[in-house]
């Protein structure tokens, strides 16, 4: 992982990114892939729910909900 | 808006050419198995496996056999070179480029996104502090909509049945010279008594369904389960779960079909298996009933408490079952879009309201019509005594026989009496059949003089009908400003159940040797967690399978029943 790469969980509030890799197992990366978190997207993470997860990033104009555990499994290039 | 025009529609999406090839030859492979062509789009199933569908794939080898195993790997080695481990991502990410250019094509986006009204109701619905109080006032209101609001509309259709309709039932056959014969008796105590018990049930149900489909209209569902999601992972659950438990407190039936908006065989499975423990609104009568008998003073606070015991017993239980049965099975991902917010349309709205209410009626009314019916004839039907059909003393009928042999079941729980135990039997059936039958068993010749009171004629009756409507309406009106300045009301005390009353407590006080208000108590605690009605299990074993229904129905009559004995051996030995 260089410098600028986080996981999405650890970018802040209004913080833009690329979206570098997807980890876990196959049908979770389906899973993402399918809701356009592709290798190379550009993502902001938007908002955080009241209890501090999940959290929802915009990718592709519309808004996408995950929870924490989930966001640490992609791999993100801060912008 | 241009409209794009495709080349041909069969061949829209075109991946790279290393792609295509593999592509071509396992839909050539694939295709010589006929039971593979006969079942799937060839294409389709191909593009599926190469992205690492397992589930498609598992279904593919057994009807296909290791030719299919072959092909797939065979196609996968040679696309290695160029992908890598990313073939899924490449295969996705070239749909999406193809998207793309359609979308290009057609749309004119801003070069940054406006602030839409969307994202600044989400700042206030979804926000730190007022996130969830807005959350819980939502369904505080759904909650109050369900009971309050819809409650002087129950009351209109019963008095309607239960007066009016019935006594034009008696007066018809009395017409015809069947004046207090057993047909009378089965058409007023039988019929008309079990379309009442379904047809009670319309305002409520139209009243929740409003309710959902606002809420899942508008998008602030996919928000209340943002929301939630935290505390129903930390349950095990997910934050989709909350919505069919806030529908269980109106109905289970509706409540385990809405678990089909949860992803996952598991969290479908374990949000239905607690659902039940969601005080439906169908034991609502019976807390009424013996909380204004035993516990006047404190009936709000009663209700209140079992509503929070059923939660409470639903998370423990939850807890169990996630170590458990589901001790193999992780919770699923959570995944969601958050859509745009959408005023919703009165169409819209009113159809889901009305197709859910009518699904409702279509699969209640015949089990509740026929529990009526049968349960009429086993109270028609003399076993002791010298009476006759249709004419026997209540505890001398067959009903009284069958609810005795169960009664010893629930001794040690403080109702081991035969009225108790044969209201909770035809409970099974239908909960809000329970308190008709505490009626019938208790008192059954206070309520036929009732029924025969005050002769009128059927103009009178008509304008009495509409009549009710209207205050019914002003009634439900007067309870909306109590909906939003969140007051809780204690339920009224029913008057013209005096008789019944004086049965009910001196039936609990025989049956738990002087401790009735603690039996009564316990007897609360059972019907609120005790087997679901026979339409929920039914809903149960539809959607999860014959053996998910036995879980539900022996799981919950066991938590039921240590739930009643730990009240009312454990308040005996606190000196209640």
Known sequence: MSVSEVTLDQLA??????????????????????????????????????????????????????????ARLVVVERA | ??????????????????????????????????????????????????????????????????????????????????????????????????????????????????????????????????????FLALMWVVFKLTTDVAAPFVDWVDATLSGPVSGWATALLGAAGLGGSWLESLLVDGVIAGVGGVLVFVPVLLALYFALALLEDSGYMARAAFVM??????????????????????????????????????????????????????????????????????????????????????????????????????????????????????RGVWRQMWERTAAFLRKATTIILATSIVVWLLLALPVRGGGRFADTPVEQSAF???????????????????????????????KEVVVSTLGQTYAVAELEEAAEAAPTNFGEDLLGIAGGLVSATGDALQVLPGVIGITLETPEEETALEGLAAAVRAGFEASSGGHGALAALAFLVFVLLYTPCMTAVAAARHEFGSRWMWVSIVGQFVVAWLAALLVFQGGRLLGW
């Open chain 2, 1 to 134: 808006m241009t409209a794009v025009t495709l080349a041909s529609p069969g061949a829209a999406v075109r991946y790279a050419p290393p792609i295509e090839t593999e592509l071509e030859r396992l839909v050539a492979a694939l295709g010589a198995i006929p039971a593979l062509a006969e079942r799937y789009p060839l294409r389709w199933l191909a593009v599926q496996l190469l992205e690492g569908d397992e589930h498609l794939l598992a279904e593919a080898e057994g009807l296909g056999g290791p030719a299919v195993t072959a092909a797939l790997a065979a196609s996968r080695e040679r696309l290695a070179p160029h992908y890598g481990e990313d073939l899924d991502v490449a295969l996705v990410d070239q749909r999406y480029r193809f998207v793309h250019t359609l979308a290009r094509q057609a749309l004119t986006r801003p070069a940054a996104p406006p602030l839409t009204l969307s994202d600044r109701i989400d700042r206030v619905v979804t926000h730190r502090w007022l996130g969830i109080p807005i």
């Open chain 2, 229 to 346: 999601d935290r505390l129903m992972h930390a349950l095990g659950l997910h934050g989709k779960s909350f919505l069919p438990m806030v529908v269980g407190f109106g109905c289970s039936v509706p409540a385990i079909y809405a678990t089909r908006t949860l992803d996952s065989r598991r969290d479908r499975i374990l949000t239905g298996l607690l659902v039940p423990f969601m005080s439906c609104s169908a034991r609502l009568p019976v807390y009424v009933l013996i909380a204004a008998i035993f516990f006047p003073a404190q009936a709000g606070l009663v209700i209140f408490g079992l509503y929070l015991t059923g939660i409470v017993v639903a998370i423990v239980i939850g807890m169990l079952l996630r170590r458990t049965l589901f001790r193999n099975q992780p919770p699923a991902p959570f995944v969601l879009e958050l859509p745009p917010y959408r005023l919703p349309t009165p």
């Open chain 1, 13 to 70: 509030r209004n913080q833009n990114a690329v979206v570098r890799r997807i980890g876990g197992d196959r049908e979770f990366r389906r899973r993402l892939l399918a809701m356009g978190l592709v290798p190379g997207e550009q993502v902001i993470l938007t908002a955080v729910a009241p209890l501090g997860d999940p959290i929802e990033v915009t990718v592709k104009g519309y808004r996408l909900s995950l929870r924490k555990e989930e």
């Open chain 2, 400 to 430: 009284a026989a069958l609810s005795g042999a169960v009664a010893p079941v629930f001794a040690p729980l403080g109702f081991g009496g035969w009225e108790t135990s044969g209201a909770l039997l035809t409970g099974f059936v239908a």
